[in-house]
């Protein structure tokens, strides 16, 4: 009897941590969930990378573009812009709460939000913190979000935290599909992303 009670009880306890744990997302499209939590499972096992591309930013008080690098080492980051949008070039590097915002025209910034730096150093607000998961396509697992799959159980389309991002193509790199081409919409500024080089790295191992 108290082994019967005890494993009840412990279904329950299992029962209730997916449900807070799944109703942050909600799935839709054409993909299978199955095969979409697999996808998950893998690429979010991806904790450092190098990425080299474009960036281009569309907002009110300016619109452009710039190379792209992009180094992330667990939850070390090192982000380069160089071109017209970053007016020279532009360094933002660092961990959650210690980031540095070094710009060849105006010399060095710091701060513990790598958003607040880049509003004040470039003008425009992007949501690092997201980004790190949106770039792999993935949602962020902090917020609630809406999900839609594709054909191949990958993200077609992501809505959170007032954010619209459209996955156009994927690339295969190292057996992982990561995406290629992603379109962000937010409050007054559009960023879109063309990734040209991927090398994904499991460091946790």
């Known amino acids: 009897m108290r082994l019967r009670t005890l ?41 450092g990378w190098q990425i080299s591309g474009k960036i281009g930013i569309r907002a009110p008080s300016d619109s452009g573009s710039a190379t792209l690098f992009w180094l992330q080492r667990q939850d070390y980051f090192d982000i380069r812009l160089a071109g ?34 880049l509003e004040k150093g470039l003008g425009w607000r992007l949501p690092l913190t997201q980004l790190f998961w949106w770039v792999r396509g993935l949602p962020a697992p902090e917020s609630p979000s809406q999900v839609s799959l594709d ?3 990958q993200l077609n389309r992501l809505e959170q935290d007032g954010w619209q991002i459209q996955y156009l193509s994927y690339i295969e790199q190292d057996g992982y599909s990561l995406p290629e081409r992603i379109k962000l919409q937010g409050q007054d500024l559009q960023v879109t992303l063309v990734i040209k080089d991927w090398q994904p790295r499991k460091l946790g191992q």
Do not use: M, Y
Not at 19 to 40: D, I, L, N, R
Not at 85 to 112: K, M, P
């Open 84 to 117: 017209p949008l970053a007016v020279g070039s532009a360094r933002i590097s660092g961990r959650t709460n210690d980031v540095v915002l070094d710009l060849s025209t105006q010399g060095s910034f710091t701060s513990n939000s790598a958003e607040d730096l």
């Open 151 to 153: 054909n191949d159980s």
């Open 7 to 47: 494993l009840i009880s412990s279904a329950l306890i299992l029962l209730a941590g997916c449900a807070g744990f799944t109703s942050k997302e909600s799935v839709q499209g054409q993909g299978s969930p199955a095969a979409w939590e697999a996808h998950k499972q893998q690429i979010g096992g991806i904790d």
